[in-house]
């Protein structure tokens, strides 16, 4: 164990259509009424309606399953999400952990912007590090409605998303997070980073980051549904990885390695 | 969760250095607060004369930032060493508080000379929140080389929706709110301990589903005293060694029945601000440990219990040194 430290062994993305039927709870819209009252922003009407928008239990309680196949037991369950779930009140994680073999403690991270999938990660290597989980599941999740007029420019993403990621205490590649709030300009940090991992070392950037630009399609799921697609092959090759996400909003720069 | 003790864990001290709290200084009866969020004459007597609830300290025309701006203005040991402080952790009940994509916490971090802090929210705790944020401050500074490194918690919610105001047959909410500096190097208020019990069968409309109430309501205490057992015995701790619980604000009567259940002396359950500031969110235990210092019932070596539970449902409780 001393010498073993906490890597993603499996990773699992998936989008989504339709919608969750608690986006049409009257408990919604008295939520959304009550949330947006004091800014003066305008309900969408329209959407709550119509019946618009899913739930983050809803939408990953069968891709967390199908990652915990195996059925070995987790410690440590962690969400983050970015835009609101569409059950807001709602301790999604907590259910989710119900999906999980084993009685993990389950919590939520968020108010970080893309930033938050990392300090995801990065309290499950805490964990790991202080003695506390050899397995943890981090689950990030976006949907694609708001139910009011936001007060600024918002990237929603197309579509609802999930990642799972299953961290296990295994020999190989450990995961390292680096957050630099304010950091700039983030490709020269960035650049620093890659290089430190080697000329082998595979890349998978945010919008904004490495030439990247325009809004991404799934502004909040996107690169880890990239990474969850190439890691297996990345890790038969034995390659080093980073990852990084810059949320422009909050100035954040978000670096994984695996190395 | 797996066992502490093992090869190449790495060691860890998690302190609370100082805590402030900011209590709005309007205090309403509850009467008051009931009439306008709609609960009936016979729900407040129930919490007045059963709960033993009085007052609720509110700030109307107070935002989110205005409410943890005070508690930091409260906090002078941050002051100067603003440069040290890695995490701002907001310990909050409500997983939404504001509209997207607003964010008061990293806007109010920039006007205090802490916008180079790891910043976010820990949520889904509900009110047992505070706890949590404690502890992952602690894991978090674990891994920081520079033994002078802080993370600060922040706690404190606005009542700004039914589910923000009021848990069936159980409180009422207010809008105190604290802060905390925790470090890895300190000798005071050293957490010994952190257990959670969580009980996700719980989740639900607690104010439609009666049955869903009912067993809730009966669980209570049962998973409290487990937490807090679990806590205890992590530590290696008797209840005869506790100067002190510092429990959450939500009523008299829980506390009540819990401490006669494990044999603990109510007199020696920080109880009044439940009459004085009303159920704080997250910030409760927080404040209650403010109370106890600045009134002299903790003294240096003393152990206590700070415990808390929160619909979904979660229940916490940590056992300190101080």
Redesign the interface.
């Known amino acids: 164990m001393a010498d073993h430290g906490l890597r993603i062994t499996r990773a699992i993305a998936r989008c989504f259509d339709g919608r969750s039927e608690a986006s049409l709870d009257p408990d919604l819209r008295v939520f959304v009424s009550d949330l947006v009252r004091p800014y003066g922003l305008p309900l969408r009407e329209d959407l709550l309606r119509e019946g618009v928008g899913h739930s983050y239990e809803e939408l990953a309680e069968g891709l967390v399953r199908e990652a915990l196949v195996d059925g070995e037991s987790v410690d440590l369950l962690i969400l983050a999400f970015d835009t609101p779930d569409v059950r807001p009140g709602a301790p999604s994680s907590l259910a989710l952990s119900r999906s999980c073999p084993g009685t993990p403690l389950a919590f939520a991270v968020c108010d970080q912007g893309s930033a938050a999938a990392f300090t995801a990660l990065r309290l499950a290597a805490d964990y790991h590090r202080t003695g506390a989980c050899r397995r943890a599941v981090v689950v990030l999740a976006e949907q694609t409605a708001l139910h009011y007029e936001p007060a600024g420019q918002v990237a929603l993403p197309e579509r609802h998303g999930v990642v799972v990621l299953v961290c296990e205490e295994a020999p190989g590649p450990t995961m390292a997070v680096h957050q630099i709030p304010g950091s700039e300009p983030p490709d020269v940090v960035l650049r620093m980073q890659a290089e430190q991992l080697g000329p082998d070392a595979a890349l998978v950037l945010g919008p904004g980051l490495g030439g990247a630009e325009g809004p991404a399609a799934q502004p909040f799921t996107g690169v880890w549904a990239e990474l969850a697609e190439r890691l297996p092959a990345w890790q038969a090759q034995g390659r080093p990885v980073l990852v990084a996400g810059l949320d422009r909003r909050l100035g954040v720069l978000s670096m994984l390695t695996l190395a | 969760?797996?066992?502490?003790?093992?090869?190449?864990?790495?060691a860890?001290v998690t302190a609370l250095e100082a805590v402030a709290v900011h209590l709005p200084p309007h205090a309403v009866p509850i009467e008051a607060v009931g009439e306008r969020i709609g609960l009936t004459p016979r729900q407040l007597r129930l919490f007045r004369r059963f709960h033993g609830l009085d007052q609720l300290r509110l700030d109307p025309t107070g935002?989110l930032p205005d409410l943890l701006e005070a508690a930091l203005d409260n906090l002078p040991e941050l002051r100067g060493r603003e440069r040290h402080v890695r995490y701002v952790i907001?310990a909050r009940s409500?997983?939404?508080a504001?509209?997207?994509?607003?964010?008061p916490?990293?806007d109010l971090l920039a006007g205090r000379g802490l916008?180079?802090?790891?910043?976010?929210?820990?949520?889904?705790?509900?009110c047992a929140?505070g706890l949590?944020a404690i502890d992952?401050a602690?894991?978090?500074l674990?891994?920081d080389p520079d033994p002078e490194a802080l993370a600060l918690v922040l706690a404190g919610e606005k009542t700004?929706?039914?589910?923000a105001q009021v848990v069936p047959e159980t409180g009422i909410f207010a809008e105190g709110a604290a802060a905390c500096l925790v470090r890895a190097d300190g000798e005071r208020h050293r957490v010994l301990s952190f257990a959670?019990r969580?009980r996700?069968?719980f989740?639900g409309?607690l104010a439609e589903d009666a049955d869903l109430l009912a067993r809730y309501q009966r669980e209570y205490p049962n998973v409290m005293v487990e937490a807090i057992e679990a806590a205890l015995a992590e530590a290696g701790l008797d209840l005869s060694d506790l100067a002190a619980v510092l429990p959450h604000n939500v009523n008299q009567a829980s506390w009540r029945m819990i401490a006669r259940r494990i044999g603990y002396p109510l007199d020696k359950v920080v109880l009044d601000n439940v009459l004085s500031v009303g159920h704080s969110f997250a910030a409760d235990s927080l404040i209650n440990l403010h109370t106890a210092t600045t009134r002299g019932l903790l003294r240096r070596g003393d152990h206590y219990l700070i415990a808390a539970a929160g619909v979904?449902?979660?229940f916490s409780a940590m056992s300190v040194r101080c």
């Not at chain 2, 916008?115 to 509900?126: D, G, L, M, R, S």
């Not at chain 2, 700004?160 to 589910?163: A, E, P, R």
Request: net charge neutral.
């Open positions: 969760m797996c066992d502490q003790a093992g090869v190449g864990i790495l860890r935002t907001h409500m997983p939404v504001v509209p997207y994509p607003l964010n916490l990293h916008a180079h802090a790891n910043a976010f929210t820990v949520t889904h705790h509900a929140v949590l992952l602690g894991r978090l674990a891994a700004f929706t039914k589910d959670v969580q996700p069968e989740d409309r979904g449902a979660t």
